[in-house]
């Protein structure tokens, strides 16, 4: 079955940096684009960044651009979320997810969901 597992996360001072990581099985990896989501405690789940099928494109949410990066190793089923510059209202629990819209920036276009890993950045 698909599994998705992330990793990385912890607690770090604001301007830090953390690297997430996401190892998926189950189901063809590089035939799907693939996005990182976060959920902050009594918030709705939002879109962080995705990333096309390929990797070339990649689209972001803009309270992270320019200071996110996501990328993919097709080769290791593994997408990545390069966090730097991190701020406290970076703190939630972060998820990765398979996008089969390819594109797509709702929870609804996304069908399968990792556990998450959780972030506390602070002040």
């Given amino acids: ?12 001072q604001a301007g830090g940096s953390l690297r997430l990581s996401c190892a998926a099985s189950g189901h063809t990896f590089s035939n799907y684009a693939m996005g990182w989501f976060r959920q902050a405690p009594g918030k709705e789940r939002e879109f962080v960044a995705g990333i096309s099928w390929s990797g070339i494109r990649t689209y972001y949410a803009d309270s992270v651009k320019g200071r996110f990066t996501i990328s993919r190793d097709n080769a290791k089923n593994t997408v990545y979320l390069q966090m730097n510059s991190l701020q406290p209202e970076d703190t939630a629990v972060y998820y990765c997810a398979i996008d089969p ?11 399968y969901w990792g556990q998450g890993t959780q972030v506390t950045v602070s002040s």
């Fill in 101 to 111: 819209s390819n594109g797509g920036r709702r929870t609804g276009n996304y069908n």
């Fill in 1 to 12: 079955q698909v599994q998705l597992v992330e990793s990385g996360g912890g607690l770090v």
